[in-house]
Nanobody, 127 residues
Framework: QVQLVESGGGLVQAGGSLRLSCLAS???????LGWFRQAPGKDREFVAA????????YYADSVKGRFTISRNNAENTVYLQMIDLKPDDTAVYYC?????????????????????WGQGTQVTVSS
């Protein structure tokens, strides 16, 4: 059984920084790891993803240049470094993982594409 546990959320002022971590436990060999977020009353949305092969990264337009996703395969951990945070970044942030698959195209920004999810960590940005 794969479990994902997020940490690092909190309250920060606009312009501040936070680093989220997601520790994966259990037998995991994910080809993609991603971060999503969900604000109150809104749908869960894509933030960033990283492909294990080649370390290719993908970002939502709203966070490009401010957020950086990275992973440490040896520690089964994926990170989301967030700088220049804005009140609109306030949300619960979720880590997600995709089981290994043989396809050539992966919908990295789609909630339905991922197989495992963490419980989320709250990020609140005050103005």
């Amino acid at each position: 059984q794969v479990q994902l546990v997020e940490s690092g959320g909190g309250l920060v002022q606009a312009g501040g920084s936070l680093r989220l971590s997601c520790l994966a436990s259990g037998r995991i060999n994910s080809t993609y790891l991603g971060w999503f977020r969900q604000a109150p009353g809104k749908d869960r949305e894509f933030v960033a993803a990283i492909r294990s092969k080649g370390g290719i990264t993908y970002y939502a337009d709203s966070v490009k240049g401010r957020f950086t996703i990275s992973r440490n395969n040896a520690e089964n951990t994926v990170y989301l470094q967030m700088i220049d945070l804005k009140p609109d970044d306030t949300a619960v942030y979720y880590c997600a993982a995709k089981k290994p698959f043989l396809g050539s195209v992966f919908a990295y920004a789609a909630v339905w594409a991922y197989d495992y999810w963490g419980q989320g960590t709250q990020v609140t940005v005050s103005s």
